[in-house]
């Protein structure tokens, strides 16, 4: 059996899957099973996922109906589960890839410092770029040190030990599932291992999940942040639950200016979601007034989330500099 199951979700990647596929199997680290999860993909990625399960062994190929990633993501962990005795999870992205070393570096990182988990840097690219350096930095942090200062949420570019999934799914159907569990994968450990350098590329492109126009489901990620804050706002470190706040408030911001931008919902759909959004940055802004005061941030969500008591504030303002410049 092997050590560790990688697992990549396939669908509608026809013109990255190559190169995605061929940097898992240029790996240094040989003792892995890579299992191919085809999504119900509309073009010929079923088809090339067969030609490299033909010619490699250690490949398995999953056709499913469509589901979307996390439920792609969980079919793979569960056919590990039940036909694999791999110690160990990976997750890559079809139209991302990893450096040669990815897998041997983070597998040496959980042994050496008997972590449960190990993560690596990443690297967002378009394809154009040249690939950053790499060294073999190892640094053993405490959750709280991770969830700081080596935030990622993101399944990929991490080595899991299996036993993290025994209880633990991705949501199904739902836009941002990382979100969803990543704080659950890490504050249960005493300690994980960050491989400082970016082993995992990210392939931002147009038309992906993330870049894409927005629409209500993405509202998902907000659902999951909301579900989040019961733990942080009780979590014992102080430093972590601000952190925790202040990355929620940076979201609502960032949906406040998507939604703005969207042309895939009506003007009247624009004005709901806008004031949804704003009601929870309110709620938000005004449970952290002191914290967001005291670091000068204050005024800046407040006029997001109250664009119309910000004019008339900055207006009056104006008048009143006006006034006592003239006197």
Not at 75 to 101: A, L, M, R
């Amino acid at each position: 059996m092997s050590l560790i199951s990688v697992i990549v979700p396939v669908y509608k990647v026809e013109p990255y899957i190559h190169r995605s596929v061929d940097s898992i199997l240029n790996q240094t680290f040989k003792d892995f099973e890579l299992i191919l999860v085809d999504d119900g993909s509309p073009d010929t990625c079923g088809s090339i996922c067969d030609d490299y399960a033909e010619k490699y062994e250690f490949i398995q190929v999953i056709h499913r109906e469509n589901g979307g990633l996390s439920a792609a993501r969980n079919t793979g962990i569960d056919w590990v589960f039940q036909n694999s005795q791999s110690e160990y999870f990976c997750f890559i992205d079809s139209d991302d890839w990893v450096h040669p070393k990815h897998l041997e570096l983070l597998y040496k990182g959980i042994v050496q410092y008997d972590a449960n988990i190990s993560q690596c840097l990443f690297f967002e690219t378009d394809g154009t770029k040249d690939l950053p350096s790499v060294d073999e930095e190892m640094i053993p942090v405490s959750p709280d040190e991770a969830y700081l200062n080596y935030y990622n949420p993101h399944a990929w570019s991490k080595l899991y030990r299996r036993h993290c999934f025994e209880k633990l799914r991705y949501p199904d159907g739902k836009l941002f599932e990382d979100i969803a569990i990543w704080y659950k994968l890490l504050f249960p450990e005493e300690k994980i291992v960050i491989v400082n350098s970016p082993l995992y590329y990210y392939y931002f492109r147009e038309g992906s999940i993330v870049n894409s126009n927005w629409t209500p489901a993405h509202l998902d990620q907000v659902f999951f942040w909301e579900e989040q804050m019961g733990f942080f706002d009780s979590y014992e470190n102080r430093q972590v639950s601000k952190a925790a706040n202040k990355r929620f408030l940076w979201v609502l911001s960032n949906h406040l200016n998507e939604i703005g931008k969207s042309s895939r919902i009506t003007e009247k759909q624009k004005k709901f979601y806008l004031n949804t959004v704003r009601s929870k940055m309110n709620a938000l802004i005004n449970k952290n007034k002191a914290d967001l005061k005291s670091e000068g941030v204050y005024r800046w969500y407040y006029d997001q989330a109250n664009p119309r008591k910000a004019w008339c504030y900055w207006k009056l303002k104006g008048i009143l500099n006006k006034f006592r410049r003239t006197k």
